[in-house]
Structure formats: C-alpha cells, structure tokens
C-alpha cells in the first residue's frame, strides 16, 4: 500500500472547493441548488477579456511562457498599481501564477521552516492554517471573534501572538469570510511593529476591489517606507474580474523572494496559463466599467441580505465593508433545533432546502455561517424566503 508522507496526512481537504464538487454532484442528479457556498462571482467574464483569451489562441499564443509571467502582464499590473495605489513595483517584484491561492503556497513554501509560526486572522480563509502545516509551520491566531471587537482587523490582535518563533504574519483585507478592512493606521502598527522584528507581512488583497464603503484602501508596500523589504502582496484576479477558471494570481514580494518563488513554480507548474495571461493583460488594461457594475450588483444584494436578515431575526451579523459573504452568528437556531454544532445546521439546511451554505467551523469561528452573495437575485430571494421559513418551524 502506498504509504503517504507526513507532510500531506497532516493537512485536511478544503471544505469550499469540496462545497463546488458537492454542488456539481447534486445538479448531475437533476436537483435545483441554490448556492451560497463557494465565493465564485456569479457573472460571467466580460466579453473583452473572453475575446482576450479566444485571439490568444488563434494567434497560437498556445506555448510555454516565462515562468513567472509575460512581461507584457507584469506591465499591467505595473500600471494597475501605480493608478491604484500611487506606486510601481519593479518587474522583478512580480511573480504570476496559477492563482493567487498558488501565489501563496509558493511564498508560504519559500519562507517557512519546520516549526516556524505564522500569525493568521481567525476566522480565517479555510487555506491558511493547511497551507502552514503543509510546510511544517504553526498556524497562531490573531483573534477577531472577541464580543466588543468583533471582526476587527486591529493590529494588538497580530502583535499580542508575536514569539521569537513568528516568521510570518498573514492579513486578508477585505476578509474572508467577514468582509472587514483593516483601516490605515492598524496596517501601518502592524507592518512596522513586525517588519522591526524582521517578521515578514503577508496581505491577501484579493477582494481589494471589492469594497463598499469610502474607505481609502491603503497600499501596504507604501505605507512604512522603510519596512518595504518585509511586505508582500498577494492578488488575484479570480473575483475582480470573475475569472476563477482562468486562474491567474500574482504576489508582489521583495526580489530575492520573488526569484525564490520563481524557482519552486520552475519545478512545479512551469507558467501560468498561456491564454489566461493575455486574457488578463486585458482584464487590467481595460475600461473598469464592467468591475464597477459588478461591485454595485454586489452593493445592492449585501443591503438586501441584511434587511432580510433583520426581518428573520436572532442571526447575528457585522455588515461587510467589502467581498461578497455574511458571516453570520446562528447559535440561537442551533441551539433551538437541538443541533450538535454549524455543520450539522448547514447539512440539514443542504438535505431539506437545497441550499449550499459554509460551517463557520471551517473558518474557525463555531456557530457561524458563511453565506456567499455572489449569487443571483433571483436565488437570493427564494434562498431567503425558504431559510426563513425553515428557521421558523418548531421540529
Ligand atoms: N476562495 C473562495 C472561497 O473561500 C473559493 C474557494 C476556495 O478557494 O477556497 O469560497
């Protein structure tokens, strides 16, 4: 029998990527799912950038590319930045890949050592503790499920687990699965408290161009000028542009990390996805516009949700600043229902409705709910009416 290594026995599956599996499973069965599961922008691609990757490969634009990405798309994300964020990281700075959860892995897998510790929020995206103990690390948890200072992304949560053992810390603004930002000051506390103890920040920003309020989302690389060797950033475009299956990330990292990086993908994937790199250049090159309609689709939604979620009652909630989830509190409908726990809830809610949700559990905050709104309206209103009148039934 094949005798798999520790390394991989010490990591579980990604309950959200088995959640689309679950759902692709359940429609082959003829069954008409409603899903709040997995964050995956409902909308399809925009047309430009899909024309993008169609003339790509008539062009032949079909071969192998430099391994960490065509010139031509770390020029677009050159100029994506300086537009955003006032800045220009070097070419070097910047290493595409297979999705920014690959960017992660790979700079996860270049910095960690057996027994280092990283800081990650909790809740967390379901990733980052595996990714960590994939790579011999200690997942420790900045805490953002205090009452009083619920979700708060605050910089004392991330400098209270600092040990001689932090190598890493791990900040995902907006968040997943909570929607909160981390404002201005906290990052700049943040970055300049770990870089002076020589403890890399890693800022997951994928969601960074979702957001609903005024706040001005701050650029980590800039905001302590003197710790910039100690900052990377990891981006996706999977939910910006809804590309998800095309698969394109990017971090931009110091460069001595960037060509650490580039070696691993160099024995791994080779490159990103030819075709997906064209489309992208396209993606960042382009009129906003179709960005901006999807964010406002999302706006209109979260507002809904939370009415909604009003109306029905004893759920507890933050209203997200950004992404495209409510995390929400449902100990009082766990515990009137006579449930063991948030996954025995969301796999009854799956059985009897039809409804896709996520277990807080697998964010690391029991009794919660994760329910994505990237989903239509049309789904989102009988999803709601059906959870209502089930969260009402006295069993
Ligand atoms: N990141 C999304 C989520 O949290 C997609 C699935 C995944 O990669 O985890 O649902």
């Given at each position: 029998?094949?005798q798999?290594?520790?390394?991989?026995?010490?990591?579980?599956?990604?309950?959200?990527?088995?959640?689309?599996?679950i759902?692709?499973?359940?429609?082959?069965?003829?069954?008409?799912?409603?899903?709040?599961?997995?964050?995956?922008?409902?909308f399809?691609?925009?047309?430009?950038?899909?024309?993008?990757g169609?003339?790509?490969?008539?062009k032949?634009?079909?071969?192998?590319?430099?391994?960490?990405?065509?010139?031509?798309?770390?020029?677009a994300?050159?100029?994506?930045?300086?537009?955003?964020?006032?800045?220009?990281?070097?070419?070097?700075?910047?290493?595409?890949s297979?999705?920014?959860?690959?960017?992660?892995?790979?700079?996860?897998?270049?910095?960690?050592?057996?027994?280092d510790?990283?800081?990650?929020?909790?809740?967390?995206?379901?990733?980052?503790?595996?990714?960590?103990?994939?790579?011999?690390?200690?997942?420790?948890?900045?805490?953002?499920?205090?009452?009083?200072?619920?979700?708060?992304?605050?910089?004392?949560?991330?400098?209270?687990?600092?040990?001689?053992?932090?190598?890493?810390?791990?900040?995902n603004?907006?968040?997943?699965?909570?929607?909160?930002?981390?404002?201005?000051?906290?990052?700049?506390q943040?970055?300049?408290?770990?870089?002076?103890?020589?403890?890399?920040?890693?800022?997951?920003?994928?969601?960074?161009?979702?957001?609903?309020?005024?706040?001005?989302?701050?650029?980590?690389?800039?905001?302590?000028?003197?710790?910039?060797?100690?900052?990377?950033?990891?981006?996706?475009?999977?939910?910006?542009?809804?590309?998800?299956?095309?698969?394109?990330?990017?971090?931009?990292?110091?460069?001595?990390?960037?060509?650490?990086?580039t070696?691993?993908?160099?024995?791994?994937?080779?490159?990103?996805?030819?075709?997906?790199?064209?489309?992208?250049?396209?993606?960042?090159?382009?009129?906003?516009?179709?960005?901006?309609?999807?964010?406002?689709?999302?706006?209109?939604?979260?507002?809904?949700?939370?009415?909604?979620?009003?109306?029905?009652?004893?759920?507890?909630?933050v209203?997200?600043?950004?992404?495209?989830?409510?995390?929400?509190?449902?100990s009082?409908?766990?515990?009137?229902?006579?449930?063991?726990?948030?996954?025995?809830?969301?796999?009854?809610?799956?059985?009897?409705?039809?409804?896709?949700?996520?277990?807080?559990?697998?964010?690391?905050?029991?009794?919660?709910?994760?329910?994505?709104?990237?989903?239509?309206?049309?789904?989102?209103?009988?999803?709601?009416?059906?959870?209502?009148?089930?969260?009402?039934q006295?069993?």
């Amino acid at each position: 029998m094949v005798q798999l290594s520790d390394r991989v026995q010490s990591v579980t599956g990604s309950p959200t990527v088995k959640l689309i599996q679950i759902k692709s499973q359940l429609q082959a069965q003829g069954k008409m799912i409603l899903d709040f599961g997995a964050g995956e922008p409902d909308f399809p691609t925009p047309e430009n950038i899909k024309e993008a990757g169609i003339a790509a490969i008539q062009k032949n634009f079909t071969k192998y590319t430099t391994t960490s990405g065509i010139s031509e798309l770390k020029q677009a994300i050159q100029r994506a930045y300086q537009h955003e964020q006032g800045l220009t990281p070097s070419e070097k700075q910047i290493v595409v890949s297979p999705g920014s959860k690959y960017s992660l892995f790979l700079l996860l897998q270049a910095v960690i050592n057996p027994g280092d510790e990283v800081i990650i929020p909790r809740p967390y995206w379901v990733s980052y503790p595996e990714m960590v103990k994939f790579c011999g690390g200690r997942a420790v948890y900045a805490d953002h499920l205090q009452p009083g200072a619920l979700f708060e992304l605050t910089a004392a949560s991330y400098m209270s687990q600092y040990k001689a053992k932090t190598k890493a810390v791990i900040i995902n603004s907006p968040s997943n699965p909570t929607g909160k930002i981390m404002n201005r000051e906290e990052l700049r506390q943040t970055i300049d408290f770990f870089s002076k103890k020589n403890v890399l920040t890693i800022i997951d920003d994928c969601y960074r161009k979702i957001i609903y309020t005024d706040t001005d989302y701050p650029s980590p690389m800039d905001l302590v000028p003197e710790a910039r060797d100690m900052v990377a950033v990891v981006s996706s475009l999977s939910k910006t542009f809804a590309m998800t299956g095309w698969r394109i990330g990017y971090a931009i990292v110091p460069e001595t990390l960037a060509a650490a990086m580039t070696k691993i993908q160099e024995h791994s994937t080779s490159n990103p996805c030819s075709i997906s790199q064209k489309a992208a250049v396209e993606a960042l090159s382009s009129d906003q516009s179709a960005v901006q309609a999807m964010v406002n689709e999302y706006r209109r939604r979260r507002d809904y949700f939370a009415q909604r979620i009003d109306e029905i009652g004893h759920i507890t909630y933050v209203i997200p600043d950004g992404a495209f989830y409510f995390f929400a509190d449902f100990s009082y409908d766990i515990a009137k229902k006579n449930f063991k726990d948030d996954s025995q809830l969301a796999m009854d809610i799956l059985e009897k409705l039809n409804i896709i949700l996520v277990p807080g559990s697998a964010f690391g905050a029991p009794n919660y709910l994760r329910i994505s709104y990237a989903t239509a309206m049309k789904d989102i209103t009988m999803g709601l009416h059906k959870i209502e009148t089930y969260l009402r039934q006295v069993d």
